[in-house]
């Protein structure tokens, strides 16, 4: 069944009994055994929840991997991935990326002994050069990253650390299984942040992780249910339905995506734009290659922070908030937001800095979200 398809029918006429269209929420904590020693295979909602066990099988599925797991927030599921390493190991991570993923593993797993180095992924001769023998254990990727949208040559990075013996992470968040999925190009683990283009709605918290073969089904379930980090049945739930439309939205998103870096491109105010899909983009070519589109997410930079200041009081249609992926268009300064956990010299280093605005484009039309656009960044011009 091709991708669209499965992705419809996420949950449907999964209750056997009542043959229910929507997958019912299990709203419960616990399950009555039938005797002692028998289980219904249902025995508490931490280890396995029906409501929840859908939406796992159906990221499983989508992603093309052994199984699923669903998380609280996309936090919680990198710290369930994370919690595979520990003292000693030391892990290559994307240089440009979500600032929480920068801070869970500065502030919580270098103080378990766990070290990081940051590493730009589009060259392939500073990743290699980056593993320590016998230390590095796995790569953690981004592509494309937050908000740099720089592209990662994934089947290349995949084969290199699976020849070291590494495992390769891949954060899908951006992208989705609609657009590209990791795993068949050779990644071990994708993780989520299901809040965004998953959820679609910016209505619901979660995360989910698909592993590529059960012996790290295995790892993450047992992590998973140990630390009892899961998403809660009614949340599950909103998940399975904001999954049915994910098709639709990616396509409307990034044609309106698309036509916005354009507009922006043509703009005299701006300065730069960051989009995979614009013909100079330095990771267009791989990202024709690895993915089936170039997504919802582009950044631009305007002349100073004053500008990014007004751009953002004046915009109307789009709204000044942090997150993405969401059908509402969102402008997001990543300096302040999703990057402020980021040492402002790493920031400058990478180029996060004041002058650079995030868009998450969603699927109003395109001449509201432009023409938003127009009057936010002529204002800013008049200051
Ligand atoms: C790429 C990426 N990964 C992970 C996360 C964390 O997800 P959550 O906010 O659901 O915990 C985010 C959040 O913005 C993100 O953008």
Redo the contacts with the bound molecule.
């Keep these: 069944m091709n991708i669209e398809t499965r992705i419809t029918h996420a949950g449907l006429c999964t209750d056997s009994v009542t043959g229910a269209i929507s997958t019912p929420i299990y709203q419960t904590a616990t399950f009555r055994h039938p005797a002692v020693g028998v289980s219904t295979g249902y025995d508490y909602s931490r280890t396995v929840n029906p409501t929840r066990q859908v939406l796992e099988n159906v990221m499983a599925d989508l992603e093309g991997g052994d199984r699923g797991f669903a998380f609280a ?6 710290t369930t991935v994370l919690m595979m390493f520990s003292n000693g190991d030391h892990l290559l991570v994307s240089d440009d ?5 920068y801070r869970v593993l500065e502030r919580n797993f270098r103080q378990l002994g766990i070290t990081v180095d940051y590493v730009d992924m589009t060259q392939l001769e500073s990743v290699e050069a980056a593993i320590i023998p016998g230390h590095t254990k796995a790569i953690l990727i ?1 592509t494309p990253t ?1 908000p740099l949208m720089k592209i990662t040559d994934l089947a290349k990075v995949s084969a290199l650390a699976r020849s070291k013996g590494l495992l390769t992470i891949v ?1 899908n ?2 992208m989705t299984p609609y657009l590209q999925r990791p795993i068949e190009l050779g990644a071990d683990v994708v ?6 283009y998953l959820g679609g709605h910016n209505d619901v ?3 989910v992780v698909v592993t590529a073969r059960p012996e790290l089904s295995e790892k993450i379930g047992f992590i998973q249910n140990s630390t009892g980090n899961v998403l809660g049945p009614q949340d599950s739930w909103l998940m399975l339905r904001g999954i049915k439309t994910l098709s639709l939205r990616m396509e409307k998103q990034q044609q309106n995506a698309a036509a916005i870096a354009e507009w922006l491109v043509k703009n005299p105010h701006v300065k730069q734009v960051y989009y995979p899909g614009l013909p100079g983009h330095p990771g267009r070519e791989i990202q024709v290659k690895q993915s089936n589109g170039f997504g919802a997410m582009l950044s631009f930079r305007v002349p100073d922070a004053a500008w990014v200041e007004r751009i953002i009081n004046r915009v109307k249609v789009i709204t000044y908030a ?4 969401g059908v509402e268009t969102l402008i997001t300064y990543p300096m302040k937001q ?1 990057h402020g956990d980021i040492p402002a010299e790493i920031r400058q280093k990478i180029g996060v800095t004041d002058d650079l605005i995030r868009l998450s484009v969603g699927i109003e039309h395109i001449d509201d979200l432009i023409g938003d656009l127009e009057q936010a960044i002529s204002g800013g011009a008049k200051g």
């Excluded at 990326?97 to 993923?101: E, I, S």
């Excluded at 993780?191 to 965004?196: A, F, L, P, Q, Y």
């Design positions: 927030s996309g936090m919680g599921a990198i990326l979500y600032g929480g993923t981004e937050n954060d968040t951006f993780v989520h942040s299901g809040t965004k918290l979660s995360g942090e997150s993405l992926g999703t």
